[in-house]
């Protein structure tokens, strides 16, 4: 018991547990405990009192305990009459019910602190760590950790506490009984230690299931993740049945687990009433027929016998909620121990303020670990200020690693990437990535309106710089028309939009950024002619403004025809750069992709002169 309290400690040690949280707690345990105490012993001088028909100084005789209850009653004024020990039985009962009600609110008030923080912590913990990480975790074992274990843990971790109380209790009781008949108190205690120690089997088995109960929670959340995110596949390929049965498989797994488990707890349960009932009656038998103790003492130490039999069954369900959640604490401490190890530094000291001049990407190479060749090689490139500069070339060239460098999302191999003639290494993180903004090839919409939206990132937006923003990247006419305008909200993933429509939206949230950086990833994709040159014309809008720097990834080349500078990438590799005209003379990939586009569709180059001009 000694090493799960260990390592329960260890990891409520992760995340700084105050506990102070728990004084209040124990102490409304502790006074629970002396109200109940005082409650039973009050039954010992009414027994008495009904044994000996009120003669004090009888009854006074038969125990230290009732002379001095009695004393202390005559001393406040208070006789010891029959009505006034009931009385004091009675409110002593009221009164824990009272504080019983007190530390319920207080317990889940605990908890549900303490599961609010190891929350908070692991959520936060996944947003610091580096991106290598939140790409090979599995988010189906991440969510399970956050939403499922994770309360079993701090289950376990409150259950320290109150099984403290009730060893507490075990004392207190025991003690009692002490003082009434040692040899039968020996007796109890014999057996309740040989009950202990045949339970120890049940409790490995607990240990055992708990681990398998974590291990297909994390498996079905796993598994629900994937195929949630894919009806479109399933529906199509027809597979609604095979996977029906495969989650049918899973759920199966845990209800299987579940009984099995409940099995445990339940024979424990099962074996402990009838246990402390026969010893009861034994302890009747060698109490009147060999030591002759009297009815009242009899009566007594049977009540708290009684009252063992749920703190025994409670000492065993406790110990066995502990080790049934020995499962969901490895599940979560082993996702919070790599959260820890893969956390992202704060990077140098500098603030970053703005782009004055140039950014100068110098012999940049870099490759992902598991890859045994590298992803950029010897990468030399110069970003001006107020410029537009276009990434294009085949799948897999490289462009997207290198505009992941830019904001520190990876770390180079080797070479460097200055700002101004400062590397990148010795700036803050969070204002280098304030100062640069970025839109992925498949926006990415949370649960909010559009207006929170576009200045997601940007909380001093004003709504005439939102409004600005979605003009811009044509979104405004639609947004218009939604019910609520810019305060409608766009549901999960934003379902209500076309896709066309979600780039818009997502193009104006890049646009409303205070940064001096503008990365779009493909940024028409999903949009029609109009749209696209409605866009074309947003970038060429900010390029003459020369205040911002715009790097764009792209894949129809019309879109960038006019940028400052065309570079194109191949096996992680420059292959050419410059103009326009430039690469399209001296760099045969970019001429015959230029030619292609062009001849599948011959309204492009029309439309092209019409707005660029």
Same mark, same amino acid.
């Given at each position: 018991?000694?090493?799960?309290?260990?390592?329960?400690?260890?990891?409520?040690?992760?995340?700084?547990?105050?506990?102070?949280?728990?004084?209040?707690?124990?102490a409304?345990?502790?006074?629970?405990?002396v109200?109940?105490?005082?409650?039973?012993?009050?039954?010992?001088?009414?027994?008495?009192?009904?044994?000996?028909?009120?003669?004090?100084?009888?009854?006074?005789?038969?125990s230290?305990f009732?002379?001095?209850?009695?004393?202390t009653?005559?001393? &406040?004024?208070?006789?010891?009459?029959?009505?006034?020990?009931?009385?004091?039985?009675?409110?002593?009962?009221?009164?824990?019910?009272?504080?019983?009600?007190?530390?319920?609110?207080?317990?889940?008030?605990?908890?549900?602190?303490?599961?609010?923080?190891?929350?908070?912590g692991?959520?936060?913990?996944?947003?610091?760590?580096?991106?290598?990480?939140?790409?090979?975790?599995?988010?189906?074992?991440?969510?399970?950790?956050?939403?499922?274990?994770?309360?079993r843990?701090? &289950?376990?971790?409150?259950?320290?506490?109150?099984?403290?109380v009730?060893?507490?209790?075990?004392?207190?009781?025991?003690?009692?009984?002490?003082?009434?008949?040692?040899?039968?108190?020996?007796?109890?205690?014999?057996?309740?230690?040989?009950?202990?120690?045949?339970?120890?089997?049940?409790?490995?088995?607990?240990?055992?299931?708990?681990?398998?109960?974590?291990?297909? !929670?994390?498996?079905?959340?796993?598994?629900l993740?994937?195929?949630?995110?894919?009806?479109?596949?399933?529906?199509?390929?027809?597979?609604?049945?095979?996977?029906?049965?495969?989650?049918?498989?899973?759920?199966?797994?845990?209800?299987?687990?579940?009984?099995?488990?409940?099995?445990?707890?339940?024979?424990?349960?099962?074996?402990?009433?009838?246990?402390?009932?026969?010893?009861?009656?034994?302890?009747?038998?060698?109490?009147?027929?060999?030591?002759?103790?009297?009815?009242?003492?009899?009566?007594?130490f049977?009540?708290i016998?009684?009252?063992?039999?749920?703190?025994?069954?409670?000492?065993?369900?406790?110990?066995?909620?502990?080790?049934?959640?020995?499962?969901?604490?490895?599940?979560?401490?082993?996702?919070?121990?790599?959260?820890?190890?893969?956390?992202?530094?704060?990077?140098?000291?500098?603030?970053?303020?703005?782009?004055?001049?140039?950014?100068?990407?110098d012999?940049?190479?870099?490759?992902?670990?598991?890859?045994?060749?590298?992803?950029?090689?010897?990468? !030399?490139?110069?970003?001006?200020?107020?410029?537009?500069?276009?990434?294009?070339?085949p799948?897999?060239?490289?462009?997207?690693?290198?505009?992941?460098?830019?904001?520190?999302?990876?770390?180079?191999?080797?070479?460097?990437?200055?700002?101004?003639?400062?590397?990148?290494?010795?700036?803050?993180?969070?204002?280098?990535?304030?100062?640069?903004?970025?839109?992925?090839?498949?926006?990415?919409?949370?649960?909010?309106?559009?207006?929170?939206?576009?200045?997601?990132?940007?909380?001093d937006?004003d709504?005439?710089?939102?409004?600005?923003?979605?003009?811009?990247?044509?979104?405004?006419?639609?947004?218009?028309?939604?019910?609520?305008?810019?305060?409608?909200?766009?549901?999960?993933?934003?379902?209500?939009?076309?896709?066309?429509?979600?780039?818009?939206?997502?193009?104006?949230?890049?646009?409303?950024?205070?940064?001096?950086?503008?990365?779009?990833?493909?940024?028409?994709?999903?949009?029609?002619?109009?749209?696209?040159?409605?866009?074309?014309?947003?970038?060429?809008?900010?390029?003459?403004?020369?205040?911002?720097?715009?790097?764009?990834?792209?894949?129809?080349?019309?879109?960038?025809?006019?940028?400052?500078?065309?570079?194109?990438?191949?096996?992680?590799?420059?292959?050419?750069?410059?103009?326009?005209?430039?690469?399209?003379?001296?760099?045969?990939?970019?001429?015959?992709?230029?030619?292609?586009?062009?001849?599948?569709?011959?309204?492009?180059?029309?439309?092209?002169?019409?707005?660029?001009?």
């Amino acid at each position: 018991m000694s090493l799960r309290f260990q390592e329960f400690y260890d990891f409520s040690h992760r995340f700084d547990f105050s506990w102070k949280r728990f004084i209040p707690l124990t102490a409304y345990n502790v006074t629970v405990l002396v109200f109940e105490s005082f409650a039973v012993a009050m039954l010992m001088p009414i027994m008495l009192f009904i044994e000996r028909r009120g003669d004090n100084a009888m009854i006074r005789h038969e125990s230290r305990f009732v002379e001095f209850l009695f004393s202390t009653l005559e001393w &406040i004024g208070i006789g010891p009459t029959f009505a006034n020990l009931l009385i004091l039985a009675f409110t002593a009962t009221v009164l824990r019910q009272i504080v019983t009600y007190i530390k319920i609110v207080e317990s889940v008030r605990v908890l549900e602190g303490l599961l609010r923080q190891v929350r908070h912590g692991m959520f936060e913990r996944f947003n610091s760590s580096v991106l290598e990480y939140q790409e090979r975790v599995k988010i189906g074992e991440f969510v399970n950790a956050v939403v499922v274990e994770a309360r079993r843990t701090v &289950i376990g971790i409150t259950v320290f506490v109150e099984l403290a109380v009730l060893i507490l209790m075990l004392i207190v009781y025991v003690s009692m009984l002490v003082t009434i008949s040692p040899f039968l108190t020996a007796v109890v205690v014999l057996l309740m230690l040989a009950i202990g120690i045949g339970m120890r089997g049940l409790m490995r088995r607990t240990v055992s299931e708990s681990r398998m109960v974590a291990e297909r !929670n994390t498996a079905m959340l796993g598994f629900l993740n994937e195929r949630l995110a894919a009806p479109r596949l399933i529906r199509l390929c027809g597979m609604e049945r095979m996977e029906a049965d495969e989650f049918h498989g899973f759920v199966r797994g845990q209800e299987e687990t579940a009984v099995a488990i409940r099995k445990t707890t339940g024979i424990g349960e099962v074996i402990v009433e009838p246990a402390v009932a026969g010893t009861g009656f034994m302890l009747i038998y060698i109490a009147y027929e060999v030591l002759n103790m009297p009815l009242a003492s009899i009566s007594v130490f049977l009540f708290i016998m009684l009252r063992l039999l749920p703190l025994a069954k409670g000492f065993i369900t406790l110990r066995q909620s502990i080790l049934s959640g020995i499962g969901s604490l490895e599940v979560a401490d082993r996702v919070v121990r790599n959260l820890d190890k893969a956390k992202e530094g704060m990077g140098g000291p500098r603030r970053f303020e703005k782009i004055r001049d140039e950014i100068h990407i110098d012999n940049v190479s870099f490759s992902y670990p598991e890859s045994t060749r590298h992803a950029l090689s010897n990468i !030399n490139l110069r970003l001006k200020r107020g410029t537009a500069v276009a990434l294009v070339g085949p799948s897999g060239g490289g462009k997207s690693t290198l505009v992941d460098l830019l904001p520190r999302l990876r770390t180079p191999l080797a070479g460097n990437i200055k700002i101004d003639g400062i590397s990148v290494e010795e700036f803050n993180l969070l204002s280098l990535r304030r100062g640069i903004a970025f839109a992925p090839q498949l926006p990415q919409i949370f649960d909010v309106t559009v207006s929170q939206h576009i200045s997601y990132g940007r909380a001093d937006a004003d709504e005439a710089q939102i409004k600005r923003a979605a003009s811009l990247a044509g979104a405004s006419d639609f947004i218009v028309a939604m019910p609520k305008g810019y305060q409608t909200r766009l549901g999960p993933s934003a379902l209500q939009l076309s896709g066309g429509q979600k780039q818009r939206i997502d193009l104006a949230r890049v646009l409303a950024a205070d940064a001096g950086l503008l990365i779009f990833d493909e940024p028409t994709s999903n949009l029609d002619n109009e749209s696209e040159a409605v866009f074309r014309r947003a970038l060429q809008t900010l390029r003459q403004e020369g205040e911002k720097t715009v790097l764009v990834i792209a894949h129809r080349l019309r879109l960038i025809e006019w940028a400052d500078q065309i570079v194109v990438m191949n096996g992680g590799r420059i292959e050419a750069a410059g103009t326009h005209d430039e690469v399209f003379a001296g760099c045969r990939w970019y001429r015959d992709a230029y030619t292609h586009e062009i001849k599948s569709d011959p309204t492009v180059r029309s439309e092209h002169k019409k707005y660029s001009a």
